[in-house]
């Protein structure tokens, strides 16, 4: 499965991105997908991911309440809805495939990209 992440940008803090991931390739549906950011010498952080139908989501404890991750099999696509944004969130996003879901990121198996997401004061 291919993965294309997108909807990042400059934001100031407080405000909302949504951030999208578009999936191309084998069946959408038979993946977990997640959500993991990387800051400048940070080592890359799990946020949120959801099972392979949609129904279950987790998300870390560090951004819960604000972030939310949804997807819809039909779109091929899962979301990360980013509220009340602060400067600490300033990273580079990735989405990522995996056959079962979970916060090691050595479970996925597919990544997107990244898209930068730079939340200013």
């Known amino acids: 499965v291919q993965l294309q992440a997108s909807g990042g940008g400059l934001v100031q803090a407080g405000g909302s991105l949504r951030l999208s991931c578009a999936a191309s390739?084998?069946?959408?549906?038979?993946?977990?997908l997640g959500w993991f950011r990387q800051a400048p010498e940070k080592e890359r952080e799990w946020l949120a991911s959801?099972?392979?139908?949609?129904?279950?989501?987790w998300c870390a404890d560090s951004v819960k309440g604000r972030f939310a991750i949804s997807k819809n099999n039909a779109e091929n696509t899962v979301y990360l809805q980013m509220n009340s944004l602060k400067l600490e969130d300033t990273a580079v996003y990735y989405c990522?495939?995996?056959?079962?879901?979970?916060?090691?990121?050595?479970?996925?198996?597919?990544w997107g990209q990244g898209t930068q997401v730079t939340v200013s004061s």
């Open positions: 990522a495939a995996a056959t079962y879901y979970g916060s090691d990121y050595s479970l996925y198996d597919y």
């Open positions: 959801t099972s392979r139908s949609g129904g279950s989501t």
């Open positions: 390739g084998r069946s959408f549906g038979n993946y977990a």
